[in-house]
């Protein structure tokens, strides 16, 4: 299996999923956006990951390269290709599929609850009713895309976690950091600035210690959602 990674920004990757990827022999391929000047044929990949982002669905303008990114969501998935995304990638999936996106009525930071609503569990099976994520993301969903329903929710955010077709799959919240990854987040500009007023004089280690208590069940999020995806992709591409 080929997957494509379309990530944006350099310190924004696939996180504990990249030691899922190679303990499964998957080859990756990542394309920083802002950096790209032609996206990858449909040809050249089995599978399309979308990560997370600062920027938002809705900046077209401010990010012109957003509109060939949305395209090429849409005509993977159309193309019957799995797909999986993380906060933005989540946003931008419904978007290219005819959802709308737009700014969240309460921002969403740190670990926090997630429940499951709805009767189907999507790529949830086999974690409990409610469980741990860590979210950082100011825009939701506001409306999913014809044919999908909401799957997971918290009290602020309606729409965690959607499926489609065979493995199409997505959430809000960032089940690929761990601590390696969000001291990768660190080492971006302006981020110390941004959470200082916050989390206090030392926000890195208020994140790491936030992190470090919820590592287990964060580390069974993840493999949970990654081997219901892959056990997806895999009937699909045959």
């Known amino acids: 299996m080929r997957v494509l990674i379309l ?3 350099e310190f924004e990757h696939a996180g504990r999923f990249r030691a899922l990827f190679a303990r ?6 990542a394309v920083l956006m802002p950096e790209a000047t032609r996206l990858p044929a449909l040809d050249t990949f089995d599978a399309l990951w979308v990560l997370g982002g600062v920027m938002q669905v809705w900046e077209t303008d401010k990010y012109p390269w957003l509109v060939d990114e949305l395209d090429l969501i849409r005509r993977a998935v159309e193309a019957g290709k799995p797909y999986f995304g993380i906060c933005f990638g989540h946003q931008l999936l419904a978007a290219a599929l005819g959802g709308e996106v737009g700014p969240a009525e309460v921002a969403e930071f740190g670990v926090i609850p997630v429940r499951r609503s709805g009767p189907q569990a999507g790529l949830l099976e086999g974690l409990p009713e409610e469980f741990p994520v860590f979210s ?3 825009a939701e969903i506001k409306a999913l895309p014809p044919g999908y329903a909401p799957l997971a929710e918290t009290g602020d955010c309606g729409n965690q976690h959607m499926t489609g077709k065979g493995a199409v799959g997505s959430v809000q919240f960032h089940p690929e950091i761990d601590t390696a990854t969000m001291r990768d987040w660190f080492a971006s500009p302006g981020v110390i600035e941004d959470l200082t007023p916050k989390l206090g004089p030392d926000p890195e280690r ?3 210690e936030m992190l470090e208590r919820h590592e287990a069940e964060l580390s069974h999020l993840a493999e949970t959602l990654f081997t219901n995806w892959l056990a997806r992709a895999r009937a699909g591409l045959g």
Do not use: L, N, P
């Not at 499964?24 to 391929?29: A, H, P």
């Open 7 to 9: 990530q944006h920004a």
């Open 24 to 29: 499964e022999g998957i080859g990756t391929r």
């Open 136 to 138: 950082w993301h100011s």
């Open 206 to 208: 208020v994140m790491i």
